[in-house]
């Protein structure tokens, strides 16, 4: 039960993992480059349920939100990448700036979101407790972004030593 849903097969697999009194998870980012906050991130939202169910940014949709330089991997490999963890069941890609489509079609249990948000602020807050689901708000991993990864590998590349 795991892979990259499309817009056709999202509500199918929603609908047959609730019929198995599964609980649904999301959450949703860019997720370019992969680092120790993603993943603690991800087995954190996993434990929230049964089923996590990762909205990803398409391609298009990172170029508007970080600017043409990114995304550096395509969403066809961040896409592969996150399916290879043990904690993510399934991706779906989306081409909009916030995931408020993705959580109509899944309409989760729980939506986690890194805690430098708040509840009270998240376009999906709404969405979310309309169906009866809630918002989680995570932890951040101090240090770990990937804007971080980007700056120290710019770095890096610079450095004589290379």
Do not use: W
């Not at 120790?36 to 087995?43: K, N, T």
């Amino acid at each position: 039960m795991q892979g990259l849903l499309t817009t056709e097969d999202i509500k199918e697999f929603c609908r047959t993992a609730r019929e198995q009194g599964k609980r649904i998870v999301t959450t949703n980012g860019c997720f370019d480059i992969l680092h120790v906050g993603h993943i603690r991130s991800l087995q954190q939202s996993r434990s929230f349920g049964d089923i996590l169910i990762v909205g990803l940014n398409s391609d298009e949709s990172v170029k508007r939100l970080k600017g043409p330089s990114r995304p550096i991997n395509s969403q066809d490999d961040r896409a592969e990448m996150l399916l290879a963890l043990s904690s993510v069941d399934a991706v779906y890609i989306f081409d909009q700036d916030t995931p408020l489509e993705f959580l109509h079609l899944v309409r989760p249990d729980v939506h986690t979101k890194g805690a430098d948000y708040k509840k009270e602020n998240l376009a999906e807050t709404p969405v979310v407790e309309s169906y009866g689901g809630r918002i989680e708000l995570l932890p951040l991993v101090s240090g770990r972004s990937t804007t971080n990864v980007v700056e120290k590998a710019g770095q890096t590349a610079k450095s004589p030593n290379c």
